[in-house]
């Protein structure tokens, strides 16, 4: 099953220093339907104008991996972790027994990212952050875990969850495949391009709530970036 959302059928708000748009019921966005999918929560696609951002805030009990598309995005928490995380690349923050951090764009132009929240397999633990540069040239043609609680993807920056977020880049013409298995659940998110999953089209910024598909077989119809989402029932 691979239910195809499109980009105009999202919630979200426009702020003015924020431009948000909402996968999943978030903040002033409520729809029954698009509660979660599995143990994924949020999916933002946030875009952040220069010199603004999200001022020092607390969060407890989840994971929260940032997926920056254009710009950069600084981190600041109350670990005393401080970082950068330039486009392409990705941080990682355990929030687990709770953490205030802020996150903001200092760069000249607008910064875009996936924010995406997965919820733990268990609740507490020491907080923790972390990031990495992921070259998009090592994902060429093929899919990457770029965060993951998964056996075998030590590459990976760890989460606290039965889960793994990937990344891929294909070129117009380039086929992929990515093996979902029984009782798992896949939400996919071409950040640019146009891709064929299992016979349904999908255009930049539409999501993808993939479920009983043990082989998710992806053409680019464009040359595309693609971030997906393998979790837990």
Known sequence: MI???????????????LDAKHHFS????????RMNWGALR???????????GFPPHPHADMEIITYVREGAITHQDSLGSRGRT???????????????????NLEPGVTRIFQIWIFPDSRGGQPS????????????????????????????L???????VSGATLKAGETAEYRLGAGRYG???????RVDVNGVELRARDG????????????AIEDTELVLVDVAG
């Open 208 to 219: 993808a709530a993939i479920r009983d598909e043990d082989v998710i077989r992806l053409t």
């Open 42 to 52: 949020v999916w933002n696609d946030d875009t952040i104008a220069p010199g603004t």
């Open 3 to 17: 239910e195809r959302r499109p980009y105009e059928s999202l919630g979200g708000a426009n702020h003015g220093w």
């Open 187 to 193: 939400y996919l998110v071409p950040a640019t391009g």
């Open 86 to 104: 330039e486009a392409g690349d990705v941080q990682v923050m355990s929030a687990g027994s709770g953490i205030r951090h802020s996150e903001y």
């Open 129 to 156: 952050w972390g990031a990495k540069p992921f070259p998009k040239g090592d994902r060429s043609g093929q899919f990457v875990a770029l965060a993951s609680g998964m056996q075998g993807d030590e590459d990976a």
């Open 26 to 33: 978030f903040a002033g966005y409520a729809d029954p339907a």
């Open 158 to 164: 760890p989460i606290r969850a039965d889960a793994r």
